[in-house]
């Protein structure tokens, strides 16, 4: 059978004080009461999982993964075993299953694990008895039934898988935020709450630094074609629905404006121009686990070329060391690394459509006497590199411009 | 194979701060050195179930005992796996398993769960890879594969069951006191660590409030013969080894002096004389889950008796109002209850082969002009019930007469 089966996700603000998991308590009790069969899935609370990260580093640099899932998977137990109890305490039948008891199988790459599959069999059994069914998001089992966790974000993937394989189209994901907002709001007192996004657009914002959903659960969401409401647990408003670009009603030419500040920028100068080293360049950092953001060559003079490219700030030093290293054989004249570096970008399914976007943002940061020192595009998302001094500025004319006077 | 395979466990406090989890680490990582198989049973970190039952109790008067073993269970995973980073830190390899994962099947009594069997050969495969087994205690999974708690004492029964099925003679229960004593030091400076204790006089002294193991892990190891090093994990001197009686070397016809204040007695007096009376009390104070310990009956004059028992404090109330109750069929003269009380008893399995030492208690306490109340003998101990006044002065006397002056 395939009742009203609605996924419910609570992050770990939400269920941060028994206070807080009361509340969330009287909510799944009123969503019960409107007839639905609740699947909720829960994080650890609050800062249960950096509590427990600092334990295991007072004991060793370089803990082990499988230890590590064993430790913080118990963050995620505590909080289904509590809204359980809170749930009994409303008078809702309700039970409480570890990923282990409900089989959600995933490889076996600690710390960062991908699902496999997933039995249904237990919670449907116990939807039918008219229970709520609270699982542990974050955590799966190995096939020699070692605890896994699926890394950041990872209570998002539970919570979309189990809505995937119960066939439901509908999943909430309740956080501290009450949607997805065309900016950040607490820098642009003007950002505005959307209703509906891409998948496509919050894939975008994501790795341009706006977090709202980490980025495999909306991968997820899109290859099963589930709708992610995104919405706050403090409030009855609704939030953003993360939907098939197809099926929106709204369409923005620009959804959103995002900066971003964690990164720094690498160039290496006057490379002499012959096949072969990008690619030596970047898997010599791929196999030092570099993540490298935004990449621009630009042929010069002399057939030399430079490459720029931006890493995660913390990566900087190794990052610098390596090209450096590497240089001696390139014979480039330098390599410069530059820190205080912003990305600003604008993302949005309008641009597939609408042509000058690009123009139109380099105009308006000309129009403010900002230098572009970086330039990439992607199908939906147009992004510069600017001196971290004007990142606001920036962020906040792009935003006057793109939405604001639209 | 069996090869030499050594099964410790840590207590709460043990493993109660990261400080003394590389303590811990460092003695296993020794004892691997002297060539031992070594499996670890872990509790939870010093006050961390307490914590767990307080958030529990801020959210249900009386929450499920399913979901209270799914929240508690948590207090030793966390443990194992750090134990397990602790290990690696210093060179050893190491593995560790919850409940589920040994599949140590108990029966579905939450809270209170009974070990049916436990799988070796994870634990077995692991051994075989060099690898130091850890393992949580307290918890097992029901044939649903639920998670169960195996109540107060838990983990010692874990550590004595894992013994048992691997064949292992020996099992380290490791706590912060250092052996069992022949009184309490902290109220007797005089009482000696005993270095042999049976099963029996452990239960017996377990009955009677000197609470080092829990009743069912002396049972457990004397079904199997499995013998008990009770010692602390703060010092490396030996401690006491509980064992068969015929083996010990040492035996005192009193081992321990024990002093118990936490129970009331409530008498019911001239009861008309007729069968069935007794009976129907106590199977009334069992069905309300009211735990008896001593009951004396005196017959006295018109065919009328009376009957004293003693209670757990708590229950005093409840008792009270359950017997006033009943009295109103039998027929007693009044209901008494009397709070400031204390069982002084003298345990020892030379009882069994001497004579005598009944008289001998009761000179020592009338000796100090201390009234007795009730009396109550086992094969191998003997208690009394006097006023809550002379406990202390009681116990010492007899530490003295029967320990110290022998």
Do not use: W
């Amino acid at each position: 059978m395939t009742q009203n089966i609605i996924v419910q996700k609570y992050g770990g603000t939400s269920v941060g004080t028994t206070e807080r998991i009361k509340a969330v308590a009287e909510r799944i009790k009123d969503c019960t009461k409107n007839g639905f069969s609740v699947v909720v899935v829960v994080s650890a609370m609050g800062k249960t999982t950096d509590v427990l990260v600092d334990l295991a580093k007072e004991l060793s640099s370089n803990p082990s993964k499988r230890e590590m899932d064993m430790l913080l998977s118990t963050g995620e137990q505590v909080s289904i075993a509590l809204l359980a109890i809170a749930l009994h305490d409303t008078g809702i039948d309700a039970v409480s299953y570890t990923g282990s008891q409900i089989r959600m199988m995933t490889d076996g790459n600690f710390s960062n694990a991908k699902i496999a599959n997933i039995s249904t069999d237990r919670i449907i059994s116990s939807l039918n008895e008219n229970k709520v069914v609270i699982v542990a998001g974050f955590q799966g089992i190995d096939e020699d039934d070692n605890i896994t966790t699926l890394g950041r974000g990872g209570s998002d993937t539970s919570a979309v898988a189990l809505a995937a394989v119960l066939g439901t189209r509908d999943c909430e994901i309740y956080t501290d935020v009450d949607g997805v907002y065309t900016a950040d709001p607490r820098m642009i007192s003007a950002a505005k709450k959307l209703n509906e996004i891409s998948y496509d657009e919050m894939l975008e914002l994501a790795r341009l630094g706006a977090g709202v959903l980490h980025s495999r659960s909306v991968e997820f969401a899109k290859n099963f074609k589930i709708r992610l409401h995104v919405r706050s647990s403090f409030s009855l408003e609704n939030g953003t629905i993360v939907m098939p670009m197809e099926e929106m009603v709204e369409k923005y030419v620009v959804s959103g404006i995002t900066m971003k500040q964690d990164e720094a920028k690498v160039t290496i100068r006057d490379i002499p121009d012959k096949p072969g080293i990008s690619a030596k360049l970047f898997n010599a950092l791929g196999s030092c686990n570099i993540y490298v953001n935004m990449i621009v060559q630009s042929t010069g003079h002399d057939n030399r070329a430079s490459i720029s490219f931006t890493v995660k700030k913390e990566d900087l030093a190794k990052t610098k060391e390596l090209c450096t290293e590497l240089n001696k054989d390139f014979g480039g004249s330098s390599v410069e690394a530059k820190e205080n570096i912003a990305i600003v970008s604008a993302v949005g399914v309008g641009m597939l459509s609408h042509y000058g976007v690009a123009g139109k943002m380099f105009g308006v940061l000309s129009g403010q006497n900002i230098n572009i020192e970086m330039i990439s595009t992607s199908e939906i998302g147009i992004s510069c590199v600017i001196d971290s001094m004007y990142a606001e500025l920036a962020a906040k004319a792009l935003h006057k411009s793109f939405i604001e006077e639209i």
